[in-house]
């Protein structure tokens, strides 16, 4: 089990890449998207 991504709570998208097996999800990799990256900071 890995680490919870920084920011994970404030993410407005998630991208979620593994595989879907015997009706469970298994993520190999958690990638998030926070809008304070994106804004400007004027």
Not at 2 to 22: C, H, L, W
């Amino acid at each position: 089990m890995g680490v919870k991504p920084a920011n994970f709570e404030q993410a407005t998208s998630i991208v979620v890449i593994g595989m879907y097996r015997d009706g469970i999800f298994i993520a190999d990799q958690v990638l998030v998207k926070c809008p304070s990256k994106y804004q400007g900071g004027n």
